[in-house]
């Protein structure tokens, strides 16, 4: 599933090939995945267009288009992805941009169809819609709105940090590494959290999705890829997700594979010796 790093390098990797291109022609093949306009009146909309900038938002594309023509969002959610070659799966196409540019064809697919794309007119329309169902972004949370956020919820950390209304960007890959790195237990209670483990928190974000990114993301199955079709590196050097039984990069203990309360549905990975439920309390010696 895309996290923020996958869906930021499908941002770096369109900006060569999209930005400051003209849409020549646009072609929705799956209205289903459409929000709020059928394929003719999106097509009409955009099409002719320039593109003004590609950002990320959370796991969000967005598209700026110039002279006031608004916004593209597209949202690749579990399967979706932009190819700036031919895509293996031509069955999987949902969308394509044709540009006046070098690359002229940039393909969006989804295998399972979950994926959105949205038009909006301007800028405050698409903040609103974002920040309707999201907080602010991973990479840009202060420490003081993390540890306010936290504070407020009785559930287990790890699906705190995966929930997009509390902030944007983190799935279970990269929870399971981040709080490797804070060398917290993905089951403490998120509103228990101490000023230095909170520290750490906020510090191991950043450092954990920057290195991803670096990385060009995370692909473990034959679900995600780079605009040009290949693998993210993050898993060949990480230390926890995928890792189930292998000594811990820390300390040597083996890692647990596990499922926690709130996320049954998906593995969680850490060390037990590196991230204790109950850290030790530190008594007085004589
Ligand atoms: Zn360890």
Same mark, same amino acid.
């Given at each position: 599933?895309?996290?923020?790093?996958?869906?930021?390098?499908?941002?770096?990797?369109?900006?060569?090939?999209?930005?400051?291109?003209?849409?020549?022609?646009?072609?929705?093949?799956?209205?289903?995945?459409?929000?709020?306009?059928? *394929?003719? =009146?999106?097509? $009409?909309?955009?099409? @002719? +267009?320039?593109?003004? %900038?590609?950002? #990320?938002?959370? /796991?969000?594309?967005?598209?700026?288009?110039?002279?006031?023509?608004?916004?593209?969002?597209?949202?690749?959610?579990?399967?979706?992805?932009?190819?700036?070659?031919?895509?293996?799966?031509?069955?999987?196409?949902?969308?394509?941009?044709?540009?006046?540019?070098?690359?002229?064809?940039?393909?969006?697919?989804?295998?399972?169809?979950?994926?959105?794309?949205?038009?909006?007119?301007?800028?405050?329309?698409?903040?609103?819609?974002?920040?309707?169902?999201?907080?602010?972004? *991973?990479? =840009?949370?202060? $420490?003081?709105?993390? @540890? +306010?956020?936290?504070? %407020?919820?009785? #559930?287990?950390? /790890?699906?705190?940090?995966?929930?997009?209304?509390?902030?944007?960007?983190?799935?279970?890959?990269?929870?399971?590494?981040?709080?490797?790195?804070?060398?917290?237990?993905?089951?403490?209670?998120?509103?228990?959290?101490?000023?230095?483990?909170?520290?750490?928190?906020?510090?191991?974000?950043?450092?954990?999705?920057?290195?991803?990114?670096?990385?060009?993301?995370?692909?473990?199955?034959?679900?995600?890829?780079?605009?040009?079709?290949?693998?993210?590196?993050?898993?060949?050097?990480?230390?926890?997700?995928?890792?189930?039984?292998?000594?811990?990069?820390?300390?040597?203990?083996?890692?647990? /594979?596990?499922?926690?309360?709130?996320?049954?549905?998906?593995?969680?990975?850490?060390?037990?010796?590196?991230?204790?439920?109950?850290?030790?309390?530190?008594?007085?010696?004589?």
């Amino acid at each position: 599933m895309p996290e923020l790093p996958e869906v930021e390098t499908m941002v770096r990797g369109l900006r060569p090939a999209l930005g400051g291109m003209t849409l020549r022609e646009v072609q929705v093949l799956d209205e289903f995945l459409l929000v709020d306009h059928t *394929a003719r =009146e999106f097509e $009409r909309t955009v099409q @002719g +267009a320039m593109v003004d %900038r590609i950002d #990320r938002r959370g /796991k969000w594309v967005v598209i700026a288009l110039g002279d006031r023509r608004g916004l593209i969002v597209i949202q690749p959610r579990m399967t979706g992805g932009f190819w700036l070659i031919p895509p293996d799966r031509p069955d999987h196409i949902r969308l394509i941009l044709r540009t006046d540019g070098p690359r002229e064809s940039i393909w969006f697919c989804d295998n399972r169809r979950l994926g959105k794309i949205a038009w909006y007119p301007g800028a405050e329309e698409a903040e609103l819609a974002f920040s309707r169902s999201h907080g602010p972004d *991973a990479l =840009e949370i202060s $420490r003081a709105e993390l @540890g +306010a956020r936290l504070a %407020r919820t009785a #559930r287990g950390i /790890k699906p705190t940090l995966m929930d997009q209304k509390v902030l944007a960007g983190i799935g279970n890959i990269y929870a399971d590494e981040i709080l490797f790195r804070a060398r917290i237990h993905p089951s403490r209670t998120a509103s228990t959290l101490s000023n230095g483990e909170l520290d750490r928190l906020h510090a191991s974000i950043p450092a954990v999705l920057s290195e991803a990114i670096a990385a060009e993301g995370s692909s473990f199955d034959a679900g995600y890829r780079t605009v040009l079709g290949l693998e993210g590196g993050f898993l060949t050097g990480n230390a926890m997700y995928g890792r189930g039984g292998q000594p811990c990069p820390n300390c040597g203990h083996a890692i647990e /594979k596990t499922k926690i309360a709130g996320l049954i549905g998906r593995p969680t990975h850490f060390c037990a010796r590196c991230q204790p439920l109950d850290p030790p309390r530190r008594t007085k010696t004589r």
